[in-house]
């Protein structure tokens, strides 16, 4: 799942303070919580032993927001070992801002930066621009860290890029999955409604791509924060499937399930269905002037897919 954003208090703002958000009733729950809870929850009762948070955990990296993001995902078990998380672009970095600045004083100021800190990286043991590789079963999964320090584009530090390059170059045949916040293929750039400088800039995207393809054991490649269900083509090479999943905390809220197979793997989005996720999820849906079920839901044949091919 991704796009949690624990601590946001406005659903559907895209730039400034327009279009105007969605706010809960009077009295309710936070929506963000309400939704992470409510995935944890079915993916408990279906058995799910393994969960990966792909970027935007927080609203902004506040520290309370990263501890509660945390408190909520260790109801579902230990962190990485039944849940991990990639970083996304709110949850990069940030100057401790006027409003809720407590918490900050014991984060240190990150080398080369006028008053960034990362409660992020030092809470959740994801210092920026580092991956993480995860054995699950024959799966190799891969997390990377595409935040950038300020704006919501992404790119990939050449330190990340050397490890990404060693650990595949291991054993390439490893059935692989790769996780990373933003998008990168140019068909996601041009589609998405904020255009090519929303997702990874187009130089590490093509090194990205040419790395992935270079390896015959990474099958899929799997980004959030556009927040819509959208499978694009990679801008060169077949061998990796290149999908965006719809966001948790708001419309089309929900997670995606990737089964894997000896044979090939299986896609399906899942909306959530507790009363409290429906209610938020059919008042969610009206932010972006109503337009968010066209830009967000995406195909069927985006949320739910089967692939035919030697996984192990």
């Given amino acids: 799942l991704n796009d949690a954003h624990i601590g946001e208090n406005g659903h559907g703002i895209v730039v400034g303070n327009l279009p105007a958000p969605i706010f809960p009733e009077a009295g309710a729950a936070p929506y963000p919580e309400v939704m992470l809870t409510a995935a944890l929850a079915e993916l408990r009762g279906m058995g799910i032993e393994k969960v990966f948070v792909n970027g935007d955990a927080t609203s902004e990296a506040r520290p309370a927001e990263v501890r509660r993001f945390a408190e909520i995902m260790n109801t579902f078990g230990a ?3 039944q849940w991990f998380v990639t970083r996304g672009n709110h949850d990069r970095p940030h100057k401790p801002d006027a409003d809720s600045s407590a918490g900050y004083d014991e984060f240190p100021v990150l080398e080369g930066t006028e008053d960034h800190r990362d409660p992020f990286g030092v809470l959740l043991g994801r210092p920026r621009q580092e991956l993480w590789v995860t054995q699950q079963g024959p799966v190799r999964v891969i997390g990377l860290d595409s935040s950038k320090l300020v704006e919501s584009g992404g790119e990939i530090s050449p330190g990340q890029f050397d490890a ?18 933003h998008p990168i293929t140019s068909e996601a750039g041009w589609t998405n409604a904020a255009g090519p400088i929303f997702i990874l800039n187009s130089a590490d995207a093509r090194r990205l791509q040419q790395l992935l393809n270079d390896a015959p054991g990474v099958f899929f490649a799997g980004a959030g924060h556009t927040h ?5 083509r990679g801008d060169f090479g077949a061998g990796v499937d290149y ?24 896609v399906n989005f899942h909306r959530l269905s507790s009363e409290d996720a429906l209610a938020w999820t059919a008042r969610a849906r009206w932010a972006m002037y109503g337009f968010e079920p066209e830009a967000l839901l995406g195909e069927l044949s985006d949320r739910n897919y089967v692939v035919n091919r030697v996984i192990a």
């Fill in 164 to 181: 990404l390059e060693q650990e595949l170059q291991r054993d390439p045949n490893k059935p692989t999955v790769v996780l990373a916040h």
């Fill in 243 to 266: 999908l965006e999943t719809g966001a948790c905390k708001a419309y089309p809220g929900g997670y995606t399930l990737l089964h894997v197979y000896s044979g090939g793997y299986q």
């Fill in 79 to 81: 962190p990485e070992r």
């Fill in 228 to 232: 819509r269900a959208k499978r694009t």
